[in-house]
């Protein structure tokens, strides 16, 4: 789930990427060294900076400033798609197993066309199993319900002019929203001069403006809102010059979990 750790480290991801676009290794577009980092700067840690000429940019969540914003159903969706590696290949009456053979996963087989010959099996991936072992699973399982089955390898042979229908299945992650909230993030640019603080907060600014969502470590997504500008020169006594650009970032929070691929669907009809 997002919370706020998460939101303020995807501002500061986002401010890396403006500040060093070719990696921290490579000269910065600001024309100095700086530092991005989440929270309040310690002030002897700010004051070394400021007298080597390093730019500080820190991005801090404001108390009292989150509300809620839940307005989305709690209905469950995909978020994580499931994958499956096993391949089914079906010829006539001959069902042949190939791919990787990876967990978690299930292979299904669905013998026959209507109930009650309609007949289904579903084998759970085990590790250490080729497909060579699936198709055996598969053959025990729909031999102790009547089908008959015979394997050599990965390979399934049933019975002539019967219809054979076989699917592959991974797990996947659905998500539901549980709330939603907003909060107000200050992105705060230190520098040691008005020109140097003039120079780096358009590119900080910039960055922040262009993407109207932003994405979490969770896999979600949440809105970045502009809010207002503060330029602040109080402490200029001391050579540090600031400017706050507050930007309001809406996030989730979300449950998740595990879910399997839907491989066989039965439907019971009965007549009025």
């Known amino acids: 789930m997002a919370d706020e750790a998460d939101a303020g480290n995807a501002l500061v991801a986002l401010i890396a990427a403006a500040v060093y676009p070719n990696g ?3 000269p910065s577009p600001l024309g100095a060294p700086a530092s991005i980092m989440r929270g309040w ?3 002897a840690v700010l004051d070394q900076a400021m007298s080597t000429g390093q730019v500080v940019i820190s991005v801090f969540g404001q108390n009292g400033t989150e509300k809620n914003v839940t307005r ?4 469950w969706a995909q978020l994580i798609p499931a994958v499956e590696t096993v391949t089914t290949t079906v010829v006539d009456n001959v069902l042949t197993l190939g791919g990787a053979v990876q967990t978690p996963q299930n292979v299904a087989v669905i013998v026959g066309d209507y109930p009650p010959s ?3 099996a579903i084998y759970p991936v085990q590790p250490g199993d080729t497909v060579a072992t699936i198709a055996t699973g598969l053959a025990t399982l729909l031999t102790a319900q009547g089908v008959s089955v015979s394997t050599a390898g990965p390979v399934l042979t049933f019975a ?9 299945g991974g797990y996947g992650t659905i998500v539901r929203e549980l709330k939603r909230q ?4 200050t ?6 001069s008005p020109a140097q603080r003039d120079q780096v907060s358009p590119i900080v600014d910039i960055a922040l403006a262009r993407p109207e969502n932003l994405r979490f470590a969770d896999g979600t997504v949440g809105r970045l809102l502009y809010e207002r500008t503060l330029i602040l020169d109080e402490r200029q006594t001391v050579e540090i ?3 706050d650009i507050q930007y309001r970032v809406e996030y989730p929070t979300i449950e998740t979990q595990d879910a399997t691929k839907i491989l066989v669907v039965e439907t019971d009809i009965t007549p009025n």
């Open 241 to 243: 010059y600031r400017r």
């Open 118 to 120: 309609k007949i289904s």
């Open 72 to 75: 989305f159903s709690r209905d």
């Open 182 to 185: 907003e909060r107000c993030f």
């Open 187 to 192: 992105i705060t640019v230190w520098c040691n």
């Open 24 to 26: 921290t290794s490579q």
């Open 160 to 168: 002539p002019n019967v219809r054979v229908v076989a699917h592959a």
């Open 41 to 43: 700067p310690v002030p």
